[in-house]
């Protein structure tokens, strides 16, 4: 069974920056073999993509509203996942998810990830 663990949220202003943090475990193949993404959902909306990351971690994806913002990268000697956030807006406020495919893929769609984490609260004050 795997496990996602967040970490990193919190408070801060608008222009500021967080770095959020997913550490993985219980993979029965290698962390290295899957996909991982970030979602995030605002209270009274629905989850959102945030980005997703290929498994060697050479090639990204981001929705258009984070990009040259958000930057997402992993670890896969130590089974983690990170996504620094810059210039924050009070839009990216959000409970952030960590979620894996479970497969090579990649996808924007929710649908698409087998494993979630409990996700951790970003709130941005403008």
């Known amino acids: 069974q795997v496990q996602l663990v967040e970490s990193g949220g919190g408070s801060v202003q608008a222009g500021g920056s967080l770095t959020l943090s997913c550490a993985a475990s219980g993979y029965t193949y290698t962390y290295s073999a899957y996909c991982m993404g970030w979602f995030r959902q605002a209270a009274g909306k629905q989850r959102e993509w945030v980005s997703w990351?290929?498994?060697?971690?050479?090639?990204?994806g981001y929705t258009d509203s984070v990009k040259g913002r958000f930057t997402s990268s992993r670890d896969n000697a130590k089974n983690t996942l990170s996504l620094q956030m810059n210039d924050l807006i009070a839009e990216d406020t959000a409970v952030y998810y960590c979620?894996?495919?479970?497969?090579?893929?990649?996808?924007?769609?929710?649908?698409?990830?087998?494993?979630w984490g409990q996700g951790t609260q970003v709130t941005v004050s403008s």
């Open positions: 990351i290929s498994p060697g971690g050479t090639a990204t």
């Open positions: 979620a894996t495919t479970g497969r090579r893929a990649c996808s924007r769609d929710y649908q698409a990830y087998s494993y």
